[in-house]
C-alpha cells in the first residue's frame, strides 16, 4: 500500500510534466476498470448458478475476487487523488488506509486457504466433501478477515493514543506511513509481515510438493491442481513487494533519483495491478466449469446487444 501513490517523494523534486501525469492516470484508470469489468463478470456468473455458491473452492475464489476488486478500486482512487487533490484529511484518509489494508493482508491468507482445498481435494478425495463445507469455508472467510483486523487495527489504536485530536483533522498526503506515523506501529508491521509470509510460504510448499508427488501416479486432475498452486506462489511472489516496499522504494531512490516517479509507476502496476489480474486467469480462464458459464454469459450480452442494435 505504500506505493499506491506514485506521485510522493521524488516527486517534489522530479514532478511529473501535465501531459506525463495525464498519461499515467488514464492507464492506471483503463487497466483498473477493465480488471473490474472481468471481475465483476465473474462475481455475476457466480451468483448465476448454484454449482458454484455451493462448492467451497469457488467461495474461497470469488472472496479472493471481491477482495481484488475492492484492493484496485481504493489504490485507484488515492493514485488518481495523488495528482489531484494531493492531501486528504487525515480521518478520511485512515478509513481508507485501513480497507486497503485489511484487503492486502487478506489475499495471502486466501492463496494460502485456496490451495489447502487444492491439497485436500488430490490427496484426501474421499475426506475432501466432510471436510471442505459451505459453512466451514465461510468461517474460514471470517477468520481471514479476523486475523487481518487483528494485525491492522491495532495501527489505529496506537495513533489514537499517541496523537493529538487536531493531527485527525490535518490535511495529509494519503500513504500508511502519514497516517499511522509511530515507530511501534513500523516494528509491528515488519514482525506481522514476516510471520504471514513464512506461514503462507510454508503452506504453499508443502501443499505443492504433496500434490506433486500425488501427480506422478495420479489423474490430470491432479497435474493441473499442481500448476494452479504454482499460479498462486507466483501471485503470492508479487504481492510479497508489498510487504518490502520501504526497502525497494529506497533502493529505486537511490538507483533512480531523477526518474523516482516512473520507477514508482512501475511498482505500482507490477506490485498492485499485476497480481489483481492473476485471480481470473487461474479460473476465470483455466477452470472449465466456470469459463463455460462464463462464455455463455458474456455471448449473451453480446447477443441481447446485437438484437438492440
Known amino acids: ?5 506514485p506521485n510522493v517523494t521524488g516527486a517534489v523534486r522530479y514532478p511529473d510534466s501535465f501531459s506525463k501525469a495525464v498519461t499515467k492516470n488514464v492507464i492506471v484508470v483503463i487497466i483498473g476498470v477493465s480488471i473490474n469489468y472481468i471481475n465483476a463478470s465473474l462475481i455475476h456468473t457466480f451468483r448465476k448458478h448454484q454449482i458454484f455458491y455451493t462448492n467451497p473452492r469457488y467461495i474461497l475464489f470469488i ?9 484496485v478500486t481504493l489504490t485507484i482512487i488515492l493514485f488518481v ?11 478520511i484518509c485512515c478509513i481508507f488506509i485501513l480497507i486497503a489494508l485489511f ?3 487478506n489475499t495471502p491468507l486466501n492463496l494460502a486457504c485456496m490451495a489447502v482445498e487444492c491439497y485436500v481435494a488430490i490427496c484426501l478425495p474421499l475426506r475432501h466433501v466432510h471436510i471442505c463445507t459451505v459453512k466451514r469455508t465461510l468461517m474460514l472467510i471470517g477468520l ?3 486475523t487481518s483486523m487483528l494485525s491492522v487495527l491495532p495501527d489505529l489504536f496506537i495513533t489514537l493514543a499517541t496523537e493529538p485530536l487536531g493531527f485527525f483533522r490535518s490535511q495529509v498526503f494519503c500513504l500508511r506511513q502519514t497516517v499511522f506515523p509511530h515507530p511501534l506501529i513500523i516494528k509491528k508491521r515488519d514482525v506481522t509481515y514476516t510471520v504471514f509470509l513464512v ?10 510438493f504433496r500434490i506433486l508427488f500425488t501427480a506422478k501416479t495420479a489423474s ?3 497435474k493441473k491442481a499442481r500448476n494452479t498452486i504454482l499460479l498462486h506462489g507466483f501471485q503470492l511472489l508479487l504481492c510479497m513487494a508489498t510487504y518490502a516496499a520501504p526497502q525497494l522504494l529506497s533502493v529505486l531512490q537511490q538507483w533512480f533519483p531523477k526518474n523516482y516517479t516512473d520507477s514508482l509507476f512501475a511498482y505500482y502496476i507490477i506490485v498492485q495491478i499485476l497480481p489483481r489480474s492473476i485471480s481470473p486467469i487461474i479460473y476465470g480462464v483455466r477452470d472449465n466449469t466456470f469459463r463455460k458459464h462464463l462464455k455463455r454469459y458474456l455471448l449473451c450480452l453480446h447477443r441481447s446487444s446485437a438484437t438492440v442494435h
Open 1 to 5: 500500500m505504500n506505493a499506491s501513490s
Open 220 to 222: 490430470a486432475d491432479a
Open 199 to 208: 506461514i503462507v510460504w510454508l503452506i504453499i510448499f508443502y501443499t505443492y
Open 103 to 105: 484487503t492486502t493482508e
Open 81 to 91: 487523488i495523488s495528482y489531484t487533490i494531493y492531501k486528504l484529511n487525515v480521518s
Open 144 to 146: 481471514i478477515w479476523a
Open 63 to 71: 472472496h479472493l475476487v471481491v477482495n481484488d476488486m475492492t484492493q
